[in-house]
């Protein structure tokens, strides 16, 4: 037990006390988000066989390769190995530098496109409220655009005043207020399709999906669809850090892959109700956003509540996504100018109602450069504010190397399985297979994005 001890909790300040249920929670939190709003149309594009198939699909391979990860969580032995204690380190162990700078391109890519896919989400939230105030006073027919770009900068600017937080210890707040409404959003947006469905009580939909397009477009939606569905399935890349979590014994392994089983079952149900009955309720016409579609006018109260625990979800979840990014680089300008006065100098500004010390420190590299990143995330949303092309563009990119590749290639490094061998060509069989499902949903994603810009001005985006 002692030896145990020692092996399990390593730089002697922190003590794991996380359970299966810890972990399970922790699982649920990091896939329930803003994914979920995309459900119904992708299950529209894909029909009443391909689409349930298609959930049930990633949830199997997420689950898979996810218990794959959990053994790499030490090294080289998964129980009584030294521990890795992100996604990345894993890497380094099992597969040397080189594949190092792959997964770290990979993860950095992955977490600004995501902030990029938040900042849209979040001001089409801010729009649905705007207009659904307007259409509850003056009819739904009324004319109430608004305009994208406001409400982008607007989102902006709360994330340049978060972003000035040194580290995310220090915003822990706002990561479970972040949680507890993005479980609020989902499941109102769950009980307004039951509603929808209620009211008319007829299955919609058919067996293939959307058939009102040319046969080119259907299949572009479709394999954005699976982008979507991917983005949804989304946590490969931050199943480390809850490992590093659990406390021992038992060994870490094995709780993690009880957790995620509990985690990517409960998940894999909440998103074939959502996705299924938003189908039955809206058929083929299910909007790309089921909660700024306007597929709901009424209770508008209802629907502004539900936009605006989107809104406040995703404040908080831009900053998970982005304070790595800050600290990785900010740490590599610590690494290669030691002694530089410019980049170690802090300053400190009082400032009022805070409770601890008062005053808030800073450098001028993390002032400078934390904003012209938010600034230029906010930009590039801007240019390309298409909700599910980007969100499924985004699952497409990541769900290959982080969810698959990595995993694989480390379990066949830690088996120690030959090449030639008949597993060694069964798993990368399977990479290769995920692999061409992430190329199809790029493919889809990329031209729904370049159809928008035929019709898009840029910085003219209305709603």
């Given at each position: 037990?002692?030896?145990?001890?020692?092996?399990?909790?390593?730089?002697?300040?922190?003590?794991?006390?996380?359970?299966?249920?810890?972990?399970?929670?922790?699982?649920?939190?990091?896939?329930?988000?803003?994914?979920?709003?995309?459900?119904?149309?992708?299950?529209?594009?894909?029909?009443?066989?391909?689409?349930?198939?298609?959930?049930?699909?990633?949830?199997?391979?997420?689950?898979?390769?996810?218990?794959?990860?959990?053994?790499?969580?030490?090294?080289?032995?998964?129980?009584?190995?030294?521990?890795?204690?992100?996604?990345?380190?894993?890497?380094?162990?099992?597969?040397?530098?080189?594949?190092?700078?792959?997964?770290?391109?990979?993860?950095?890519?992955?977490?600004?496109?995501?902030?990029?896919?938040?900042?849209?989400?979040?001001?089409?939230?801010?729009?649905?409220?705007?207009?659904?105030?307007?259409?509850?006073?003056?009819?739904?027919?009324?004319?109430?655009?608004?305009?994208?770009?406001?409400?982008?900068?607007?989102?902006?600017?709360?994330?340049?005043?978060?972003?000035?937080?040194?580290?995310?210890?220090?915003?822990?707040?706002?990561?479970?207020?972040?949680?507890?409404?993005?479980?609020?959003?989902?499941?109102?947006?769950?009980?307004?399709?039951?509603?929808?469905?209620?009211?008319?009580?007829?299955?919609?939909?058919?067996?293939?999906?959307?058939?009102?397009?040319?046969?080119?477009?259907?299949?572009?939606?479709?394999?954005?669809?699976?982008?979507?569905?991917?983005?949804?399935?989304?946590?490969?890349?931050?199943?480390?850090?809850?490992?590093?979590?659990?406390?021992?014994?038992?060994?870490?392994?094995?709780?993690?892959?009880?957790?995620?089983?509990?985690?990517?079952?409960?998940?894999?149900?909440?998103?074939?109700?959502?996705?299924c009955i938003g189908y039955a309720a809206f058929g083929n016409?299910?909007?790309?956003?089921?909660?700024?579609?306007?597929?709901?006018?009424?209770?508008?109260?209802?629907?502004?509540?539900?936009?605006?625990?989107?809104?406040?979800?995703?404040?908080?979840?831009?900053?998970?996504?982005?304070?790595?990014?800050?600290?990785?680089?900010?740490?590599?300008?610590?690494?290669?100018?030691?002694?530089?006065?410019?980049?170690?100098?802090?300053?400190?500004?009082?400032?009022?109602?805070?409770?601890?010390?008062?005053?808030?420190?800073?450098?001028?590299?993390?002032l400078v450069l934390r904003t012209i990143f938010i600034m230029?995330?906010?930009?590039?949303?801007?240019?390309?504010?298409?909700?599910?092309?980007?969100?499924?563009?985004?699952?497409?990119?990541?769900?290959?190397?982080?969810?698959?590749?990595?995993?694989?290639?480390?379990?066949?490094?830690?088996?120690?399985?030959?090449?030639?061998?008949?597993?060694?060509?069964?798993?990368?069989?399977?990479?290769?297979?995920?692999?061409?499902?992430?190329?199809?949903?790029?493919?889809?994603?990329?031209?729904?994005?370049?159809?928008?810009?035929?019709?898009?001005?840029?910085?003219?985006?209305?709603?």
């Amino acid at each position: 037990m002692e030896k145990s001890t020692v092996t399990d909790i390593e730089h002697g300040d922190n003590e794991r006390r996380g359970t299966v249920w810890t972990a399970t929670a922790h699982i649920i939190a990091a896939l329930i988000g803003s994914g979920v709003l995309a459900l119904a149309w992708s299950v529209a594009q894909l029909g009443w066989i391909v689409g349930p198939l298609v959930l049930l699909g990633f949830s199997c391979v997420t689950y898979y390769t996810s218990v794959l990860l959990a053994n790499c969580y030490r090294f080289p032995d998964p129980v009584n190995g030294t521990i890795n204690r992100a996604y990345i380190d894993a890497v380094r162990s099992y597969l040397g530098p080189k594949h190092v700078f792959l997964c770290g391109c990979a993860q950095y890519v992955n977490l600004w496109g995501t902030l990029v896919g938040y900042t849209i989400t979040a001001s089409t939230s801010m729009i649905a409220v705007k207009r659904a105030n307007c259409f509850h006073r003056n009819g739904h027919s009324a004319r109430c655009d608004a305009s994208g770009n406001t409400f982008m900068v607007v989102f902006g600017l709360f994330q340049l005043v978060l972003s000035q937080f040194p580290s995310l210890e220090n915003i822990t707040w706002l990561s479970v207020v972040a949680v507890a409404t993005s479980f609020g959003y989902s499941f109102i947006g769950l009980g307004l399709c039951m509603g929808k469905w209620a009211s008319h009580g007829e299955f919609r939909g058919t067996l293939a999906g959307t058939s009102d397009v040319a046969a080119s477009d259907k299949a572009f939606d479709a394999l954005l669809a699976l982008g979507n569905v991917a983005f949804a399935y989304t946590f490969a890349d931050i199943l480390i850090e809850i490992q590093d979590t659990l406390k021992s014994p038992p060994p870490e392994n094995k709780s993690m892959k009880r957790a995620t089983l509990n985690g990517i079952g409960l998940t894999t149900v909440f998103y074939l109700l959502l996705g299924c009955i938003g189908y039955a309720a809206f058929g083929n016409d299910a909007p790309g956003n089921i909660l700024t579609g306007f597929g709901f006018y009424e209770p508008f109260w209802l629907v502004d509540m539900a936009n605006i625990c989107v809104i406040v979800h995703l404040i908080g979840a831009y900053q998970v996504y982005a304070q790595p990014i800050f600290a990785r680089f900010e740490n590599y300008l610590l690494f290669q100018w030691p002694d530089n006065k410019f980049i170690r100098r802090t300053y400190s500004v009082r400032v009022p109602f805070m409770e601890v010390g008062g005053s808030w420190s800073f450098t001028l590299p993390t002032l400078v450069l934390r904003t012209i990143f938010i600034m230029f995330t906010t930009l590039v949303a801007m240019l390309l504010p298409f909700f599910n092309a980007v969100l499924g563009l985004i699952g497409a990119l990541g769900f290959w190397p982080l969810a698959v590749y990595f995993p694989v290639s480390m379990h066949i490094a830690q088996e120690k399985i030959q090449r030639g061998a008949l597993k060694w060509f069964a798993l990368q069989g399977f990479s290769f297979f995920c692999l061409l499902v992430s190329v199809a949903a790029s493919i889809g994603s990329v031209a729904d994005i370049v159809h928008n810009l035929k019709a898009a001005a840029p910085f003219k985006t209305v709603y």
